[in-house]
């Protein structure tokens, strides 16, 4: 099936440093991807829907300028999180969905792994 | 506007026991609904999805959910759990008129614990 791998799956970093998650898919071209931010024991808060060759959609409360994406592929959506400060520590969870071809049922939203960011 | 309800945070079966999970759900067209499941420090991997049709679907690991329009319901059942199947699990929607920007909205997650 198909396979959305992020990386790094996580990265400790200084506060004030910024960090950039990469998510990407492998075997299908996916025109959206989601990013979603996961605190302990709760559940996924989509904070922005990545859109290939244009600007990302941001939820209500995220903050844009701290919270960068770019999807300059079809197959690569990126998260940079600017200046991190430790209350930016989280569990990132990108996510993409499959037009279809690749044997799944068309539309089906595959996640990654995860990447777990926490800032000293 | 949509919403998804888990209205159990913790549950706790037997080692082969049979196994419910409910979902509930607010929006006034027809929802396509989803289970998915996340072992900790992982990502999410869907376990069976509603679109349409015959309203008991069967997803994989066992695990099967009914759609119940008239009670805005999506349970999550098994028959018999196994240790593996300790896990979080939630219950998502998302808008008729499905495409490819469409957002799905989780709920708060329901976290099984299997009693040996």
């Known amino acids: 099936g198909a396979v959305v791998s992020q990386h790094p799956s996580w990265v400790i970093c200084k506060s004030g440093t910024s960090v950039k998650i990469e998510c990407r898919s492998l075997?299908?071209?996916?025109?959206?991807m989601f990013w979603y931010r996961q605190f302990p024991k709760q559940s996924l808060m989509l904070m922005a829907t990545?859109?290939?060759?244009?600007?990302?959609?941001?939820e209500q409360g995220v903050e844009k300028d701290k919270f960068l994406i770019n999807h300059a592929s079809l197959t690569l959506s990126t998260l940079t999180v600017t200046s991190a400060h430790p209350e930016d520590s989280s569990f990132y969870i990108c996510?993409?969905?499959?037009?279809?071809?690749?044997?799944?049922?068309?539309?089906?939203?595959?996640f990654g792994e995860g990447s777990r960011l926490t800032v000293l | 506007a949509q919403s998804v309800t888990q209205p159990d945070i913790h549950i706790t079966v037997s080692e082969g026991a049979s196994l419910e999970l409910r979902c509930n759900y607010s929006?006034?067209?027809?929802?396509?609904l989803f289970w998915y499941v996340q072992s900790p420090g992982q990502g999410l991997q869907l376990l069976l999805k509603?679109?349409?049709?015959?309203?008991l679907v069967q997803g994989i690991k066992g695990f099967e959910a009914e759609f119940k329009r008239s009670q805005s319901s999506f349970n999550l059942r098994k028959p018999s759990v196994h240790w593996s199947d300790a896990a979080e699990y939630f219950c998502?929607?998302?808008?008729?008129?499905?495409?490819?920007?469409?957002?799905?909205?989780f709920g708060s997650g329901t976290r099984l614990s299997i009693r040996p």
């Open positions: 929006y006034g067209a027809t929802p396509y």
């Open positions: 509603y679109f349409s049709g015959d309203t």
């Open positions: 075997d299908f071209q996916a025109t959206t």
């Open positions: 998502a929607v998302t808008y008729t008129g499905y495409s490819s920007a469409s957002k799905i909205i």
């Open positions: 996510s993409a969905r499959d037009p279809g071809g690749s044997g799944s049922y068309p539309g089906e939203l595959f």
């Open positions: 990545s859109n290939e060759g244009s600007k990302a959609t941001y």
